[in-house]
């Protein structure tokens, strides 16, 4: 039996998260014999919170954790994938810029690795998104090693022992930094697909603001400090 949890974070996404639920039920849903939806809402001003709490009332598959406040993507991410309860674990954004779908080309996947990572071979964001992820996931493999092309694309397959393995501190934009760096360093083997990349059309994006890009930068001194200390 295939058992795979979806979690994904979401902030004020209101206007998306009842589609996106709804895509993973009919898209992932027959890929798999048994599957669990997490969606973790951080601290949204919006009722994105209570649209996940009824579609959960009407269906056990979704589960809703709740942060009472804001504490950013990174942190939402990882309590909804730390929250997973099945044996492979799959995490994506709320916001509709990928079709869930194209899961089905990256389960076949995990029977030759322990986590298969997305790269957006088209990638749908302004410019200003595509420059500074270019740039991060250069700078992320310069001072880790190698690890994947797109350091921070929102759709990646894991089985359960990489997540039993270590935890992740970083709680911003470093989430998925951190996160490869330590699946690397622990010996997980890691694949990489291409995957499609669509406009968001609702909601706003916050990852190119400069206090976001600041906090991003120094986490990611911080861990490698750390990561020379053997922590």
């Given at each position: 039996m295939?058992s795979l949890?979806?979690?994904?974070?979401?902030h004020n996404?209101?206007?998306?998260?009842?589609?996106?639920?709804?895509?993973v039920?009919?898209?992932?849903?027959?890929?798999?014999d048994?599957?669990e939806?997490?969606v973790?809402?951080?601290?949204?001003k919006d009722?994105?919170?209570?649209?996940?709490?009824?579609?959960?009332?009407?269906?056990?598959?979704v589960?809703?954790?709740?942060?009472?406040?804001n504490?950013g993507?990174?942190?939402?991410?990882?309590d909804?994938?730390?929250a997973?309860?099945?044996e492979?674990?799959?995490?994506?954004?709320?916001?509709?810029?990928?079709?869930?779908g194209?899961?089905?080309?990256?389960?076949?996947?995990i029977?030759?690795?322990?986590m298969?990572?997305g790269?957006r071979?088209?990638?749908?964001?302004?410019?200003?998104?595509?420059f500074?992820?270019?740039?991060?996931?250069?700078l992320?493999?310069?001072?880790f090693?190698?690890?994947a092309?797109?350091?921070?694309c929102?759709?990646?397959?894991?089985?359960r022992d990489?997540?039993?393995?270590?935890k992740?501190?970083?709680?911003?934009?470093?989430f998925?930094?951190?996160?490869?760096a330590?699946t690397?360093?622990?010996?997980?083997k890691?694949?990489e697909?291409?995957v499609?990349?669509?406009?968001?059309?609702?909601?706003?994006?916050?990852?190119?603001?400069?206090?976001v890009?600041?906090?991003?930068f120094?986490e990611l001194?911080?861990?490698?400090?750390?990561?020379?200390?053997g922590?």
């Amino acid at each position: 039996m295939t058992s795979l949890t979806v979690a994904m974070p979401a902030h004020n996404e209101a206007a998306n998260i009842a589609e996106m639920i709804d895509a993973v039920r009919t898209k992932v849903g027959p890929l798999v014999d048994d599957l669990e939806i997490i969606v973790c809402n951080d601290g949204s001003k919006d009722n994105t919170g209570e649209i996940v709490r009824q579609l959960g009332e009407q269906d056990p598959r979704v589960r809703l954790v709740e942060h009472p406040v804001n504490l950013g993507y990174g942190a939402a991410v990882r309590d909804a994938v730390w929250a997973a309860t099945k044996e492979l674990v799959f995490f994506t954004d709320s916001d509709l810029q990928f079709d869930v779908g194209e899961l089905s080309r990256f389960l076949p996947r995990i029977g030759e690795a322990d986590m298969v990572v997305g790269y957006r071979y088209d990638r749908k964001d302004p410019w200003k998104r595509r420059f500074f992820g270019n740039g991060w996931s250069w700078l992320v493999n310069v001072l880790f090693g190698y690890t994947a092309r797109d350091i921070d694309c929102a759709f990646k397959l894991f089985k359960r022992d990489v997540i039993e393995s270590f935890k992740v501190e970083s709680g911003g934009a470093m989430f998925s930094a951190e996160f490869m760096a330590r699946t690397k360093r622990a010996g997980f083997k890691i694949v990489e697909e291409p995957v499609s990349h669509y406009p968001r059309v609702a909601g706003t994006q916050s990852g190119a603001k400069l206090r976001v890009i600041l906090r991003a930068f120094g986490e990611l001194l911080r861990l490698r400090w750390r990561m020379w200390m053997g922590h």
